[in-house]
Structures are given as C-alpha cells and as structure tokens.
C-alpha cells in the first residue's frame, strides 16, 4: 500500500525545476510550540534563526519538509505564532521573494483546516512584514519534486508518514492520545510508542519502506523519523533531513552548485571558553547525478545522534 501512495504523491507533485545555480535548504521537524514547558523547539530556536537568517542572506530557497508547526499538543497556531514572532517575519521575508515552500506532516495537518489556514496567512501582514501588507495565497503541499534540468532527474520531497499506519491512516486518533494520554506520561519518563523518533523498531520499519522506494524509484527526501541520514555507497538515495528538537543541533539539507550534503548546526566553544554558532557537514557533499543512476542499494545510515 505505501508504495502506490507513494507513487500517487509522487506522479501528483507539483514540480521546481533546480540547475547548478540553485540554493536549497530542507528543515523538517522544528515542532515549533507555544513557548511553554513542553516547547521542545524552544532549546534550539536560536540556533534555527541564526541558520535560517544565514540563508535567507545566502539566497536559498527554503522548504519546510513538514511537523515545523506542533499541532498536536497545541490546539491553536496563533499562539504558536505568537511565541515565535521573530521565526515567522523571518518566513516572511523568504514568502516574499518567493523562496519558500512550505509542507505538512502528520503533526502540522491541521494546517489544511480553514482556521489554521487564515493564521498562517495573517503572519504574513503589516504588523510582522516589516510594515508591507501582501497579497497572500498560501500552499500547504504533500509533496514537492525538485526537476534537475529533465524530468529524468528528479527527487521527491515529502515529510515521510504516508508509509507510517499509525501517523497517516489513524492520524487522528493518535493526535487524540498524544494530546491527553501520551504528552503527561513522557513529563514523567513515559516514551510514546506511536513516536517514529522514539521507537527504534517502528523507526527502523519506516526508513526500510522509504529505502525500498527509493530504490526502485527516484531518490527521496523526508523528515519524520527525527534521524539525519545521508546514503553511504551503495545505498538507497533516501534521506533525511532529521529534526531541530535534538540536543546536539538541529540538521538540514542543502543543496547547492548541484552538490547535496546534510549539515548539523550547533553550540561550540573557543579555548576561552566563549560560545560560538558552527556549521558542520556530517553527510556529503556528493554531486547530485550520482543518485539518479539505478543500482543494487541496500539501507544504512549514519550514528545515532539522540
């Protein structure tokens, strides 16, 4: 079944053609929150704005691969919004120059309902676009395909639940026990096991369908599983970007001057014991044509960073 829905989401995308001057950088993940306790983004909101600030100055286009909103153990985006108001002009800024593409995962589908929709689309006003007032359509896609110069270089960006049961078919449902069973219960030790990021067997489960589809398809970029991955040689071209809850860092994609590479951004400090903001590229870089040339592939990945 995950394979035709991925085959579905992925003849059905909308296509952005990219070439060697194309800067692109993946997020998914961010959960951002309404600040409270339980905001596992607010750790690391910081280190996410100085990245993001970093390529918006860059000129990259950025997509947001799903789960950046946390809707689930919050009702209402607005006060999410309101928690982070310097994140979302920051969006803005990108939304204007039509660098931004924006996904949903299981966590972020709520955005689909009319409610949550006009909210997204009032953070792009007067009051948090530095004073401009701009028309405003806003996309929520499944998935997107980036078209490397013909349609016989592709690869699909999507958050990656669609081959998860639990967090695609009965999305709802788990919604309703993470919102009033699961989130008390991990505040005393508890570990959710709808979670993909916290149960090694339904992670490992996911990240096998996805490399099978890969395998047999066109390489593949997703989120949801909390774990950053860049294909080692001879496997599957299935990555991911990872998350920006971890308390090493927060990784991303980048693709750039037709290279791909995954990249952790953190916390270091100098011999005089004062704190920096690095960049480190943990995956790659590799040119982007290596991936698109079919082969026996199997799954690996890189150390846990959790």
């Given at each position: 079944?995950?394979?035709?829905?991925?085959?579905?989401?992925?003849e059905?995308?909308?296509?952005?053609?990219?070439?060697?001057?194309?800067?692109?950088?993946?997020?998914?993940?961010?959960?951002?929150?309404?600040?409270g306790?339980?905001?596992?983004?607010?750790?690391?909101?910081n280190?996410?704005?100085h990245?993001?600030?970093?390529?918006?100055?860059?000129?990259?286009?950025?997509?947001?691969?799903?789960?950046?909103?946390?809707?689930?153990?919050?009702?209402?985006?607005?006060?999410?919004?309101?928690?982070?108001?310097?994140?979302?002009?920051?969006?803005?800024?990108?939304?204007?120059?039509?660098?931004?593409?924006?996904?949903?995962?299981?966590?972020?589908?709520?955005k689909?309902?009319?409610?949550n929709?006009?909210?997204?689309?009032?953070?792009?006003?007067?009051?948090?676009?530095?004073?401009?007032?701009?028309?405003?359509?806003?996309?929520?896609?499944?998935?997107?395909?980036?078209?490397?110069?013909?349609?016989?270089?592709?690869?699909?960006?999507?958050?990656?639940?669609?081959?998860?049961f639990?967090?695609?078919?009965?999305?709802?449902?788990?919604?309703?026990?993470?919102?009033?069973?699961w989130?008390?219960?991990?505040?005393?030790g508890?570990?959710?096991?709808?979670?993909?990021?916290t149960?090694?067997?339904?992670?490992?489960?996911?990240?096998?369908?996805?490399?099978?589809?890969?395998?047999?398809?066109?390489?593949?970029?997703t989120?949801?599983?909390?774990?950053?991955?860049?294909?080692?040689?001879?496997?599957?071209?299935?990555?991911?970007?990872?998350?920006?809850?971890?308390?090493?860092?927060i990784?991303?994609?980048?693709?750039?001057?037709?290279?791909?590479?995954?990249?952790?951004?953190?916390?270091?400090?100098?011999?005089?014991?004062?704190?920096?903001?690095?960049?480190?590229?943990?995956?790659?870089?590799?040119?982007?044509?290596?991936?698109?040339?079919?082969?026996?592939?199997?799954?690996?990945?890189?150390?846990?960073?959790?």
């Amino acid at each position: 079944m995950y394979r035709k829905r991925l085959n579905n989401l992925y003849e059905a995308a909308n296509r952005v053609d990219i070439n060697n001057r194309s800067k692109i950088v993946i997020f998914s993940d961010c959960h951002r929150g309404d600040g409270g306790n339980s905001d596992n983004f607010a750790k690391n909101e910081n280190l996410y704005y100085h990245a993001l600030r970093c390529y918006y100055s860059y000129g990259y286009t950025y997509i947001e691969a799903g789960d950046t909103d946390e809707l689930w153990e919050n009702k209402r985006l607005s006060d999410i919004v309101d928690a982070h108001t310097e994140i979302y002009r920051l969006l803005c800024k990108f939304y204007k120059r039509n660098r931004l593409y924006m996904l949903y995962g299981n966590h972020d589908m709520a955005k689909l309902n009319e409610r949550n929709s006009k909210c997204i689309e009032s953070y792009f006003n007067k009051e948090i676009c530095d004073g401009v007032d701009i028309e405003t359509d806003v996309t929520f896609y499944e998935a997107l395909v980036l078209r490397y110069y013909s349609s016989e270089k592709e690869i699909l960006i999507t958050h990656g639940h669609q081959v998860d049961f639990l967090n695609y078919d009965l999305w709802r449902l788990t919604r309703l026990m993470v919102r009033y069973v699961w989130r008390p219960l991990e505040s005393i030790g508890f570990k959710d096991p709808t979670n993909a990021s916290t149960s090694r067997k339904h992670r490992k489960k996911i990240e096998r369908h996805l490399s099978n589809w890969a395998s047999d398809n066109v390489p593949i970029i997703t989120g949801h599983t909390h774990r950053p991955r860049f294909p080692e040689e001879g496997d599957a071209p299935y990555f991911n970007s990872g998350s920006c809850v971890n308390y090493r860092g927060i990784t991303c994609i980048e693709i750039s001057d037709g290279m791909i590479m995954l990249v952790m951004w953190k916390h270091d400090t100098r011999p005089d014991g004062s704190v920096y903001v690095t960049r480190e590229v943990i995956g790659g870089p590799e040119h982007l044509n290596k991936y698109f040339v079919k082969k026996d592939m199997s799954i690996s990945g890189l150390p846990e960073l959790i």
